[in-house]
């Protein structure tokens, strides 16, 4: 009789048993996989700050060498309308010597005008511009 007593209480305990060994093994699972996903989690966000830093840092070169490359363009295009106003008067000098019709003079005192507008135009912006990196 004990035997069978027994083997109902191990037939009854042995499943209950396992079951709660099996959702101890399951939990623990569980708990390392939340564990390798926070370890995951942690190294993305340093990945993450890295790149950003890496961004602010390569972005501020960039802008340091286009304002590099701003300024060489815009002392390029100064000197060449400083050159072609010196030119545009050598030719209006040449044009009185020999001569030429009134209109031809008037069109060339214009460009004249004009590009000397357009000098004093990027001489403002220039002192503007320093006015502004200064303070």
Not at 57 to 82: F, G, P, W, Y
Request: proline fraction near 1%; charged fraction near 30%; glycine fraction near 2%.
């Amino acid at each position: 009789m004990e035997i069978i007593v027994v083997a109902v209480i191990m037939g009854l305990a042995g499943p209950i048993i396992l079951g709660v060994m099996s959702n101890k093994q399951a939990t623990r699972r569980q708990e390392r996989d939340w564990e390798r996903q926070d370890i995951v989690a942690a190294r993305l966000v340093k990945a993450s700050d890295d790149l950003l830093e890496e961004t602010k840092n390569s972005t501020a070169t960039t802008n340091q060498k286009l304002e590099v490359i701003r300024i060489d363009v815009n002392s390029n295009m100064t000197a060449a309308k400083q050159a072609e106003l010196d030119a545009t008067k050598r030719e209006l000098l040449l044009m009185q010597e020999l001569n030429r019709p009134l209109s031809t003079l008037d069109t060339t005192r214009a460009r004249i005008a004009e590009l000397e507008a357009q000098l004093a135009d990027r001489l403002r912006a220039t002192e503007s511009a320093e006015k502004e990196g200064r303070a």
